[in-house]
């Protein structure tokens, strides 16, 4: 099974199939730790309230060439290393889902990277930016002591530092970009990231539509086409589970054979050790509640997605559909809509252009009722000439994994028994 729908089918059926509810450790500092998304937003909030400590709140693009210097040269830089295990810190990728959306547009964000430093929860935030325009770009030490100034002064007027933005809930207070800061776009100029309520798609009226199938081949595609696809026949996946405001670096390995078979090893807390596996045939699952067979709409879920599931995908449903082009950020989607053999309905959401699959909204029915999953793709990356993508976004009622790959081989032995339950 092609590693993003693997890992949306897997995540869903464990946490729904256990009854331990995850909760928050003591308030502690997360040493030399991000907090990530939303729910890391609402866990910052928090820890900052408790610990009275500055705040940090980062917004990047993965495809933004000023965001990779400043996490490549800037923040693995011993000074600014210092000053971030003295703050809380979150990093927000707005492309990842809507309540980033959200958070990115009460920051007044109009380009990456913004790197916001406050004094506490009540001040207003400071954009301090690096990279100057027509000039010497800071160095890391400079960098630190503008972040410095930035809490120091931040319940101030504004001043040549930054962007004065308000927090959310408060009242916006204009200010233009001071000291010359560049940001980027991806089109290379400043954009506007808006709100957008979930559930409710920003059609693009008028819009000229290429046929589903043209969507679909497109995808196919950008993923590196069916040639390159078929001649992967096995797969193994490594990978960190952050769960914000939760826990972070959970442990996640996938073994992948084609056609259909699959082993699924996870180790996030609170949940502990998971397993899942599936042999063609019969699906089993492995937790702290002991052994389980799958049946019925879980099964299904599994089975009916095969290893090149991601080159098939028209033939895959028993109703597909392109609804239209909607607006999500600087991006234009198409959305397509589309029913499972097993019940299951969902939307997804390709870039008009690169052809990538961005998002995928699911809901599945299960044993315990139904599940609403959102699914973000981020990061795509060729590996032996298939693209995939190297972070996932997954989000539920009351729960958010971050998934990040480390570690991608393809056409390597598997074995067959790995694939069987615990008591075959």
Not at 174 to 194: H, M, N, W, Y
Not at 345 to 358: H, K, M, P, T, V
Request: proline share 6%; aromatic share 10%.
């Amino acid at each position: 099974m092609n590693k993003p729908m693997r890992f949306a089918a897997v995540i869903t059926l464990f946490v729904v199939s256990l009854t331990t509810t995850p909760t928050t450790s003591a308030a502690t500092l997360p040493e030399d730790r991000w907090l990530y998304g939303s729910g890391g937003y609402a866990r910052a909030l928090e820890l900052q309230r408790e610990l009275n400590v500055p705040l940090v709140v980062y917004f990047y693009a993965d495809w933004c060439p000023y965001c990779h210097t400043l996490d490549n040269q800037y923040l693995p830089a011993a000074p600014v290393q210092q000053y971030l295990r003295g703050v809380v810190k979150v990093r927000i990728n707005p492309e990842q889902g809507r309540p980033e959306r959200e958070i990115a547009n009460q920051y007044g964000v109009t380009g990456y990277p913004s790197f916001f430093v406050m004094r506490n929860a009540s001040s207003t935030p400071r954009n301090v930016n690096p990279f100057r325009k027509g000039g010497i770009n800071w160095s890391p030490t400079q960098f630190v002591t503008a972040c410095q100034q930035a809490a120091s002064v931040s319940s101030q007027a504004p001043n040549s530092i930054g962007i004065n933005r308000s927090l959310p809930g408060r009242t916006n207070i204009r200010a233009s970009a001071g000291g010359g800061a560049t940001q980027t776009t991806k089109s290379g100029r400043l954009i506007e990231v808006p709100s957008t309520a979930a559930g409710s798609p920003n059609f693009i009226t008028n819009a000229s539509l290429p046929t589903l199938d043209a969507v679909l081949t497109k995808y196919v595609e950008a993923i590196g086409g069916r040639d390159a696809q078929r001649r992967i026949t096995s797969r193994v996946t490594r990978a960190r589970v952050d769960v914000p405001g939760v826990s972070f670096g959970g442990k996640l390995e996938v073994y992948a054979k084609a056609p259909n078979k699959s082993l699924t090893m996870m180790n996030v807390e609170p949940f502990g050790v998971l397993k899942q596996g599936f042999d063609g045939r019969t699906s089993w699952n492995l937790s702290n509640k002991g052994s389980q067979s799958l049946n019925g709409t879980e099964l299904a879920a599994l089975a009916g997605a095969d290893f090149y599931r991601e080159i098939s995908l028209g033939d895959l449903y028993t109703r597909i559909k392109l609804l239209g082009k909607v607006k999500e950020g600087y991006r234009e989607l198409y959305m397509v809509e589309a029913v499972s053999r097993n019940g299951a309905a969902e939307n997804l959401y390709f870039d008009a252009e690169s052809g990538l699959l961005i998002h995928r909204d699911i809901t599945r029915r299960t044993s315990q009722g139904s599940v609403r999953t959102e699914v973000y793709f981020g990061d795509w990356r060729e590996v032996d000439g298939v693209k995939l993508p190297f972070q996932m976004t997954q989000s539920m009622p009351n729960l958010r994994f971050v998934i990040t790959l480390e570690d991608i081989k393809h056409n390597v032995p598997v074995d067959e028994a790995a694939f069987q339950g615990p008591s075959r």
